[in-house]
């Protein structure tokens, strides 16, 4: 008996999509402008003299145009992740994977790599031609091209996604003399390698094995969940179209054309079922559609419907009307509900903070004419984008006095310590902890003042 070799994994078939031309690759094209323009442009931007949009590690300093967070908002930054995953949740739950289909950086530079590929090689039945060819000296320009076009764009892509870590008119001119620090020229490198490797070459393997979204959307689907659907009841059963007449009567709208399989950028049938490895990118629709046009059917042979729609032929408004379902409202609600309150709190955040850092060194001491004298520093962080004045005032025992200079200055987004001695006269107070506070009230905005507990130390 001879062993069988059972595989693993299948070999990977390489696909040639098919440009697709109608109402969602319209729209498909006008996510790549739009997401491109944004992760393109906005770290050019300037706001108040700086870059718009910085995640400056360095300074642990993130701007996002008028509002600067620090290491101790993180808060807001899991506040934001949050509400990614929710408006995820949301959106899958409506329209299935249209995020996928239409603004996945995936599915983005994968179009902007196909066009680049249409554009020098020619139609999908030129390039498969080419790529039969042997080798030639036409062969080696056309790919030579290809791939330096792929990787310009992959590099400014890097250049770009470094900028909004390091000033990117810094980096700019670094450019000119490739003077990058060690962590700016691994992390270029590094996203326009995965650039180049993921849109020009992985495809739709990074979608149908990577990518961990394929595996858990089944959960957040439900029957009235708009998906790409092949309306099996009008289409089968399927043939090409006979001149004889009266043979077509016997056949359903779908001719077996396959262009809905030359145009899908995963290489499935959508005619087989839902499968995981439908992206949502409605490409099918639109290549069935054009031909429904040239034989004279009805369009939406393949469609964006729900498996309710399809099996009690709903119309466009009672689907409309079953998406608005308790899943649905309960995203929704719980999404508004973190939104506002995230809003509110930007809103009502205090641009001004202070902690109160005792002198671990001295708990307390006797010095001259039987004063008691404690030191702290306290640490301030001026978090607005305007310089200030601040008076610093104490309270919380009789004749408590600042020894130290009672005013200072901070540069916009500063941080700084501001060492103190507060001096009480002998007998003051009860021995041990007294609890006493410090305020720090700023000079150019009265609204603005910050008061923090401390604890004053009388030895025993």
């Keep these: 008996m001879e062993p069988q070799v059972i595989k693993m994994y299948a070999a990977r078939e390489q696909i040639y999509p098919r440009e697709a031309k109608g109402r969602y ?59 990614c995953a929710y408006l995820l949740f949301l959106v899958t739950a409506i329209a299935g994977r249209v995020w996928c289909g239409f603004s996945c950086p995936q599915t983005v530079y994968t179009e902007i790599f196909l066009w680049v590929e249409r554009k020098i090689e020619g139609t999908r039945s030129a390039r498969m031609a080419l790529d039969k060819q042997g080798p030639s000296v036409r062969k080696t320009a ?26 990117i008119k810094e980096l700019a001119q670094a450019v000119t003399t490739l003077n990058f620090g060690p962590w700016e020229w691994f992390w270029v490198l590094f996203y326009s390698l995965a650039t180049y490797g993921n ?64 145009v899908c950028p995963t290489g499935i049938d959508i005619r087989n079922g839902l499968q995981y490895e439908c992206i949502g990118c409605a490409a099918c629709v639109d290549a069935c559609n054009s031909v429904m046009d040239k034989v004279d059917r009805p369009r939406g042979l393949v469609r964006y419907s729900t498996d309710h729609a399809m099996e009690n032929n709903f119309n466009s408004k009672q689907i409309r009307q079953r998406a608005m379902r308790p899943r649905v409202l309960i995203y929704t609600s719980i999404l508004a509900l973190i939104i506002i309150a995230v809003c509110t709190s930007l809103a009502l955040r205090t641009p001004l903070k202070m902690d109160v850092i005792r002198d671990r060194g001295s708990m307390g001491r006797e010095v001259e004419d039987g004063m008691i004298e404690n030191v702290y520093r306290l640490q301030i962080m001026n978090t607005s984008e305007q310089s200030q004045h601040f008076k610093i005032s104490v309270s919380g025992l009789p004749g408590l006095t600042l020894l130290t200079r009672d005013e200072v200055t901070l540069q916009p987004t500063e941080t700084l310590g501001w060492p103190i001695r507060l001096r009480a006269p002998h007998g003051v107070g009860e021995k041990g902890s007294n609890k006493i506070a410090i305020e720090l009230q700023s000079l150019d905005d009265p609204s603005l003042h910050v008061r923090e507990s401390a604890v004053f130390i009388v030895p025993r």
């Excluded at 498909?28 to 992760?39: D, G, K, M, Y």
């Excluded at 906005?42 to 718009?52: I, V």
């Excluded at 996002?64 to 992740?81: N, S, T």
Aim: net charge positive; glycine share 8%; charged share 15%.
């Design 199 to 262: 849109a020009g070459w992985l495809r739709e393997q990074v979608c149908k094995y990577m990518c961990p979204y394929a595996r858990f959307q089944s959960a957040m689907f439900d029957q009235d969940t708009l998906i790409i659907t092949y309306d099996a009841k009008r289409g089968e059963p399927r043939g090409a179209m006979s001149k004889k007449a009266g043979n077509n009567d016997k056949l359903g709208d779908c001719i077996d054309c396959t262009l809905c399989v030359q």
């Design 142 to 167: 056309k790919k030579t091209a290809k791939h330096l076009v792929w990787g310009a764009i992959a590099l400014w892509t890097g250049f770009t996604f470094v900028g909004y870590f390091t000033p």
């Design 25 to 83: 690759a319209t729209w498909r094209w006008v996510c790549v402008w739009l997401t491109q323009l944004a992760f393109y442009g906005l770290p050019w931007l300037t706001w108040n003299g700086r870059q718009a949009l910085l995640f400056d590690l360095t300074t642990r300093k993130f701007y996002i145009f008028g509002v600067v967070l620090w290491p101790q908002d993180f808060i807001y930054l899991a506040a934001l992740l949050i509400i």
